[in-house]
């Protein structure tokens, strides 16, 4: 018997005025890609996809893996090989459970998708993190706002780099979200107050409200800019002015890095390892957090999607000028 025929159902038996967008071929190729390769397709962060990818990679080359599907035969005692492999190299602790995260997370999708029985990274100990702190350093308040002053006042380029200055320091904002902010991100009204729409990692989306500095500073530079009422266009642009008939492009994270903050960071003497775009955003996560916000809403804020990841910027319990070094008298 028939069931399509039997159930009389209309969305069923319309398909004859469907023209179908796949062919048999296509259709059945899709059909046949590996849970392996679904799961690599289903990360969302570009970042993410990139370190996954890196760490599988170096799996593969040490277990010989070739084939998506040859993942199916990996046992616990690859997993245990690959660590001590890894652990004989030197690398950080932080470094190997990243890679073992990695694996963990394509054996939890191939468990889902019944392709595996069992998680072989599920009970493997993962490396202690060396540091709760982090190893992302925070400025000091008097070196922030040397940093916020450091750009010019007075020329378009200072003023833009004032403007993406406050967004880091005031808003935590990541380069890569900070290079995708279009100009009707900026002050959008929530509830009377002016608010950031931000873009976040894997496409997330979060309102944040902006700070009466970074107001006014935004809006210094789009009227000496003039681009303030191109809504759909980025908010951040090279100030040298482009060829005839092409659009200013918006900056890019590098460009956020080295010609912004570290120029400026070099300029007022800011300087040792670790010092870039994630630093302010660390400085502002740790000054948030000295100042009493509740540590939930910090992660929110963040856009972080655990805690634990809030928690590296938890530097309450470390004030250098508590230490008994200062105590000391002779």
Known sequence: MNILKTTESPALTAESNIQRALTAPEFQRLADVP???QWFANLDSVQTRRAYQNDLRVFMAFTGIVNPEEFRAVTRGHVLAWRADLEKQGLAGSSIRR????????????????????????GVKRPKVESYEGKTPAL???????????????????????????????????????????????????RGVPHLRVQGKGGKLRYLPT?????????????????????????FRRTRAPQAGIKASALTPGAI????????????????????????????????????????????WL??????TTRVYDRRGFKPDDSPTFRVVY
């Open 140 to 190: 000091g308040d008097v070196q922030a706002r040397a940093l916020l002053d450091a750009p010019p006042a007075d020329t378009l380029k200072g003023r833009r780099d004032r403007a993406i200055l406050s967004l880091l320091l005031y808003h935590a904002l990541r380069r890569e979200e900070l290079t995708k902010l279009l100009v009707k991100d900026f002050n959008q009204e929530r």
């Open 35 to 37: 849970p392996e390769a």
């Open 303 to 308: 856009g972080h999607a655990n805690i634990s």
């Open 211 to 235: 700070h009466p500095n970074t107001l006014r500073l935004v809006a210094e530079y789009l009227d000496m800019a003039g681009h303030g009422s191109e809504l759909d266009r980025p908010l």
């Open 257 to 300: 890095y080295a010609n912004v903050v570290v120029r400026y960071m070099s300029q007022v003497g800011i300087r040792g390892d670790n010092m870039g775009p994630h630093a302010l955003r660390a400085t502002a996560a740790t000054s948030a957090l000295e100042h009493e916000a509740d540590i939930a809403k910090v992660q929110e």
């Open 99 to 122: 890679k073992l995260a990695a694996l963990a997370s394509l054996f939890d999708y191939l468990c889902n998708s019944n392709a595996v029985t069992h998680n072989p990274v599920k």
